[in-house]
């Protein structure tokens, strides 16, 4: 199983960008993928969720109505749309697969909201 993430970069405050995490490896859809993200000084938190397999999402308060989770099963992708980005947005974003109580982790992508 490989994860690979990118479509990080600057944006300014308001802006917007759309993270994609390629999935390869997956022999079945009962998986789900989450994004991850982890600004400088502080600990690793979760964004986002999606399953596979039926798309039911969930979020983080902190970007509840910010951010939109997806996937194109068609082309083993899930993206991350961020919209009305914040300051605090600023951090390395990772994704993460969770497949029979196994985790995989992609590289991360570098997000950085100037104000």
């Known amino acids: 199983v490989q994860l690979q993430a990118y479509g990080g970069g600057l944006v300014q405050a308001g802006g917007s960008l759309r993270l994609s995490c390629v999935a390869s490896?997956?022999?079945?859809?009962?998986?789900?993928i989450a994004w991850f993200r982890q600004a400088p000084g502080k600990e690793r938190e979760g964004v986002a969720h999606?399953?596979?397999?039926?798309?039911?999402?969930e979020y983080a308060d902190s970007v509840k109505g910010r951010f939109t989770i997806s996937r194109d099963n068609a082309k083993n992708t899930v993206y991350l749309q961020m919209n009305s980005l914040k300051p605090e947005d600023t951090a390395v974003y990772y994704c993460?697969?969770?497949?029979?109580?196994?985790?995989?982790w992609g590289q991360g992508t570098l997000v950085t909201v100037s104000s």
């Open positions: 993460n697969a969770v497949w029979s109580t196994r985790h995989y």
């Open positions: 999606i399953v596979i397999r039926d798309g039911a999402t």
């Open positions: 490896g997956f022999t079945r859809d009962d998986y789900s």
